[in-house]
Nanobody, 123 residues
Framework: QVRLVESGGDLVQPGGSLTLSCEAS????????IGWFRQAPGKEREGVGC????????DYADSVQGRFILGRDNAWNMVYLRMNNLKPEDTAVYYC????????????????WGQGTQVTVSS
């Protein structure tokens, strides 16, 4: 069965850090571009960061640039999102998605999604 599973979401205080994981089963994640997205209540899903299929190039939304780091761990068939200096406005459900032909921060470029993991930033 082909699927993505996100994990690592939690309640964290402002200024804290979290690492989210996106694990794949049924396929090899390094063969695909991977995007991380988030959706807060009442808001549209927005791109957070992405990593290219070919050369590992990354891109980030302006709102997280310099705070979030995205990378691959091919040995474990997973992609992580390291989030530092978290802010209350980072509160959302975070999703990962894969794409064989697309890339970037537009959700429409991606083929399949995980179920999401909740991140709450609050004191």
């Amino acid at each position: 069965q082909v699927r993505l599973v996100e994990s690592g979401g939690d309640l964290v205080q402002p200024g804290g850090s979290l690492t989210l994981s996106c694990e794949a089963s049924g396929f090899t994640l390094e063969d695909y571009a991977i995007g991380w997205f988030r959706q807060a209540p009442g808001k549209e899903r927005e791109g957070v960061g992405c990593i290219a299929r070919s050369d590992g190039t990354t891109d980030y939304a302006d709102s997280v640039q310099g705070r979030f780091i995205l990378g691959r761990d091919n040995a474990w068939n997973m992609v992580y999102l390291r989030m530092n200096n978290l802010k209350p406005e980072d509160t959302a459900v975070y999703y990962c998605a894969y794409s064989l032909t697309g890339w970037g921060l537009n959700p429409l470029s991606y083929d399949s999604w995980g179920q999401g993991t909740q991140v709450t930033v609050s004191s």
